[in-house]
């Protein structure tokens, strides 16, 4: 760029590193001396320093009563929350959106980039299965849920229009962008550090899957699916909300060991045959990561994955896809896998993998951003 320019980077709320916030790293990369901005900023000291050690200007929600812990309880205030954040000061305002960043304020002088990894779920497709899984399906509270729902999907249609350029995570997510917003997006691949994998080429005659047990990852599909398998082995890694109702499907034939560092989860990865997933996930990193290492993946075929995963009958194949979220569907696609996966190399895997390394990513974004930026001032007819 010609001259200094003045960045802003806007998140949803800042409380650990996953996907979003992976995004935001790389925002701060590019522009170290950006402004961080987000409702909330409950950030670790070592996820901090991922973020060259900036603290983001908050709104009132981070100083409502016990909003470290339950920040998402204060959603119905977040669209408010978000526009009280005064960018006003910069050129370029980045927002890197699952929530509601897109939706703070911008002007006529100002680029606003969004990089989007899906518009507000469970206000738009995600609605119904939102308000099963929440038990708000029924009642007045019910009924007020879908009421503020409602609300949020009007904000979030308005919204839309503070944005210059959508950037998508994955095409998937691109043609949600256009459902929901009636906006084409570009699409750049988010982040995967994939060097922190290593390719193992020897693999062990087990089944893996990693997650947190929360309902829209499936991992009660999986484990069922597997109990029905009994000379079948699959290790599960992973805690949360649904682990006494996983645990209870469990044959004897699977080996759940909750929560466990990351050197396990990768030794795991590198060591079985293949990786599970049953996720409907608007990109999916971990199928990436699960490749990085040499392991081809077994997926339910919907969403970011079928980007991701070159499916067996393509060249160099890296995985299959069961077709149905069902048991029936993955138990006849891991016994497919079985015939076949003689066939699906390591190396094709990995090779596959490396398509999403950060580095690439870094690359994208700087040019994608640099474009922007230049086309912008022209329109304005400014030289610098």
Same mark, same amino acid.
Request: aromatic share 12%; net charge neutral; charged share 25%.
């Given at each position: ?8 980077? !806007? ?5 650990g ?6 995004? $935001? ?50 959603l ?5 929350? $978000?526009?009280?954040? &005064? ?6 305002i ?5 929530? !509601?960043? =897109? ?5 006529? &002088?100002?680029?606003?980039i ?5 518009? $507000? ?15 708000? &399906?029924?009642?007045?509270?019910? =009924? ?10 009007i ?9 210059d ?13 256009k459902?929901?917003? /009636?906006?084409?997006?570009d ?25 947190r ?8 599909? *999986? !484990?069922?699916?597997? +109990? ?17 109702? *996983?645990?209870?499907?469990? /044959? ?41 290492? /040499?392991?081809p993946? $077994?997926?339910?075929?919907? /969403? ?33 896998? &079985? ?17 999403? +390394? ?13 474009? =922007? ?12």
């Amino acid at each position: 760029m010609a001259r200094d320019i003045d960045v802003g980077i !806007v998140a949803d709320w800042l409380v650990g590193f996953a996907g979003a916030e992976k995004v $935001i790293a790389e925002f701060i990369n590019l522009f170290p001396d950006s402004t961080l901005y987000s409702v909330v900023d409950f950030l670790s000291d070592d996820s901090r320093r991922l973020f060259n050690n900036k603290k983001a200007t908050t709104s009132f929600i981070q100083r409502l009563p016990g909003a470290k812990r339950k920040y998402q309880q204060y959603l119905p205030l977040m669209p408010l929350a $978000i526009e009280q954040l &005064d960018v006003t000061k910069h050129d370029i305002i980045l927002s890197s959106s699952h929530a !509601v960043a =897109k939706g703070v304020l911008t002007g006529p &002088d100002q680029l606003h980039i969004s990089y989007v990894h899906s518009p $507000i779920r469970y206000a738009w497709d995600f609605q119904h299965q939102y308000l099963r899984e929440s038990g708000l &399906d029924k009642g007045l509270k019910g =009924k007020l849920a879908r009421w503020f729902l409602h609300k949020i999907r009007i904000w979030d249609c308005r919204t839309a229009n503070g944005v210059d350029h959508f950037i998508a995570n994955s095409q998937f997510i691109a043609r949600r962008i256009k459902k929901v917003y /009636g906006r084409e997006a570009d699409v750049i691949y988010p982040p995967v550090d994939v060097d922190r994998f290593q390719l193992q080429e020897d693999k062990e005659d087990f089944y893996f899957t990693a997650s947190r047990m929360v309902p829209y990852k499936r991992i009660d599909l *999986i !484990v069922e699916a597997f +109990s029905q398998m009994p000379d079948k082995k699959l290790i599960v890694i992973g805690d949360g909300p649904e682990m006494a109702k *996983i645990k209870a499907k469990a /044959g004897k034939n699977i080996e759940i060991l909750g929560y466990q560092p990351d050197e396990v989860m990768q030794d795991h990865m590198r060591r079985t045959k293949a990786f599970v997933f049953a996720a409907e996930e608007d990109f999916g990193i971990t199928p990436v990561e699960a490749q990085a290492c /040499g392991t081809p993946v $077994i997926a339910f075929g919907k /969403g970011g994955v079928l980007e991701t995963i070159r499916p067996f009958g393509e060249q160099n194949p890296t995985g299959v896809f069961f077709l149905d979220q069902t048991v029936s569907s993955l138990i006849q696609a891991v016994h497919h896998f &079985d015939v076949i996966s003689a066939d699906i190399l390591p190396q094709d895997c990995r090779n596959n993998a490396l398509r999403f +390394s950060a580095e690439r990513f870094h690359l994208e974004l700087k040019e994608y951003i640099h474009s =922007k930026w230049q086309v912008f001032n022209e329109s304005k007819k400014v030289i610098y």
